[in-house]
């Protein structure tokens, strides 16, 4: 494996189109387990110009009105354009009842191992786990600091700083790394769109001034004279964001996870409730392959997780360190699979993810859905935690 390259990372603010859409999905997911915990649920939208369009298809006790969850957070997010916000965008509905799935329908405190075994994955698919030693979070740092910097430009425009911001951004961050290490930033890139005429130097210097550098305050490595650094602007007095180009839920896995520095399942994370294997599973993977790294096993770990129609446990577990384990992986490999419970119905219940949108004002999955579902340490996310470090690092 290389030890000297350049990776780079992007990530996206909360109110590009994709993201709005993964939003508005996630929060009729938080709405209908907030009314019924043991509701499921799979919400999808696509959002072009001034229409928006909502497949929603449910098992559930709930009452949700779904086109007035899309306007919150429409509104929410500060799309207020004559052309697109809240009160104008036309939205169109499919949705579809299923009845009652009483197997299914079972509580936390009613999940037995015996339970657990009997509930099913209901999809086929793979999903990782990754996590490394470059950021207190086991994030890889490309990704850390393309959400700090998309993080960044949400705050200074909901805060008013740079008012004439719109909704929709982009960020870029490349790391050169050197012997398999964060060495230095090579590249940084932002996109932003406005819907007024500001001088162009003006938002490059405001950028600068109150995005980058707050950015990476704290930070190790920081851009240098030798980074390259590319602030590009769009006017778009249409009202960017949607009115630009299109959106779709499930479109930013990459950004969802780890940036494309360790692989991620096909499948969207966002718009689906906790019995979702593609969902909870890439979330318990993570779980597995922090805990490695934060026993000191390993400075990074995949963990691969494959499930199959009709089983309750994965049909196979891998663990890869790539050379930087302290033991062989397949002795973390037996770890992993003594000390984990892959299982859809033991995953749900340790995490408490049906009770998880009660527990937070405005939901949970919702705030998921923009600056990635891994390495979330400020909502303080279940599979964050390191709590089988210590068992792990004393059986090794």
């Known amino acids: 494996m290389r030890k000297n390259f350049i990776f780079t990372s992007?990530?996206?603010?909360?109110?590009?189109?994709?993201?709005?859409?993964?939003?508005?999905?996630d929060a009729?997911?938080?709405?209908?387990?907030?009314?019924?915990?043991?509701?499921?649920?799979?919400?999808?939208?696509?959002?072009?110009?001034?229409l928006l369009f909502l497949a929603v298809r449910f098992s559930s006790i709930?009452?949700?009105?779904?086109?007035?969850?899309?306007?919150?957070?429409?509104?929410?997010?500060?799309?207020?354009?004559?052309?697109?916000?809240?009160?104008?965008?036309?939205?169109?509905?499919?949705?579809?009842?299923?009845p009652l799935d009483e197997e299914r329908r079972v509580s936390d405190e009613e999940l037995d191992d015996e339970k657990i075994e009997r509930i099913k994955v209901r999809n086929q698919g793979n999903v990782f786990g990754y996590a490394c030693d470059h950021t207190p979070s086991l994030m890889p740092l490309p990704i850390v600091l393309a959400h700090k910097l998309a993080r960044?430009?949400?705050?200074?425009?909901?805060?008013?700083?740079?008012?004439?911001?719109?909704?929709?951004?982009?960020?870029?961050?490349?790391?050169?790394?050197?012997?398999?290490?964060?060495?230095?930033?090579?590249?940084?890139?932002?996109?932003?769109?406005?819907?007024?005429?500001?001088?162009?130097?003006?938002?490059?210097?405001?950028?600068?001034?109150?995005?980058?550098?707050?950015?990476?305050?704290?930070?190790e490595i920081k851009p240098?004279?030798?980074?390259?650094?590319?602030?590009?602007?769009?006017?778009?007095?249409?009202?960017?964001?949607?009115?630009?180009?299109?959106g779709l839920t499930g479109r930013k896995n990459a950004v969802d996870?780890?940036?494309?520095?360790?692989?991620?399942?096909?499948?969207?994370l966002s718009g689906k409730d906790p019995t979702r294997i593609d969902r909870v599973g890439a979330y318990a993977a993570r779980y597995a392959a922090k805990n490695v790294v934060a026993a000191g096993l390993a400075r990074e770990c995949e963990v691969h997780l494959?499930?199959?129609?009709?089983?309750?446990?994965?049909?196979?577990?891998?663990?890869?360190?790539?050379?930087?384990g302290i033991i062989p992986d397949e002795k973390i490999e037996e770890l992993v699979k003594k000390h984990f419970?892959?299982?859809?119905?033991?995953?749900?219940?340790?995490?408490?993810?049906?009770?998880?949108?009660?527990?937070y004002k405005g939901g949970f999955y919702q705030k998921l859905a923009a600056f990635g579902h891994m390495g979330r340490m400020d909502l303080a996310a279940p599979w964050e935690i390191t709590d089988k470090k210590d068992l792990l690092r004393e059986e090794a």
């Open 10 to 25: 992007a990530s996206v603010t909360d109110g590009h189109p994709d993201k709005l859409c993964d939003q508005i999905s």
């Open 28 to 50: 009729i997911v938080d709405r209908f387990l907030q009314q019924d915990p043991l509701a499921s649920v799979i919400a999808e939208c696509a959002v072009s110009q001034g």
């Open 62 to 98: 709930a009452l949700i009105d779904v086109p007035y969850v899309a306007r919150w957070v429409i509104n929410e997010i500060g799309y207020r354009s004559p052309n697109f916000s809240a009160r104008n965008c036309t939205i169109l509905t499919s949705i579809n009842e299923q």
């Open 152 to 219: 960044r430009l949400t705050t200074v425009r909901l805060s008013n700083l740079l008012p004439y911001l719109s909704p929709d951004g982009k960020t870029q961050v490349g790391v050169e790394f050197r012997d398999g290490r964060p060495y230095t930033i090579s590249s940084l890139m932002i996109l932003v769109c406005v819907t007024e005429k500001v001088n162009e130097q003006k938002i490059k210097k405001d950028i600068w001034e109150q995005v980058i550098e707050p950015a990476f305050q704290g930070e």
């Open 224 to 246: 240098d004279n030798k980074t390259f650094v590319d602030i590009r602007i769009i006017y778009d007095p249409q009202g960017c964001g949607p009115m630009l180009h299109s």
């Open 257 to 268: 996870t780890y940036g494309e520095y360790a692989r991620h399942s096909g499948a969207a």
């Open 306 to 324: 494959s499930y199959a129609i009709g089983r309750s446990r994965p049909v196979s577990i891998t663990v890869n360190t790539f050379g930087t």
């Open 341 to 359: 419970d892959f299982r859809p119905a033991a995953i749900q219940k340790k995490f408490s993810l049906r009770k998880l949108p009660s527990l």
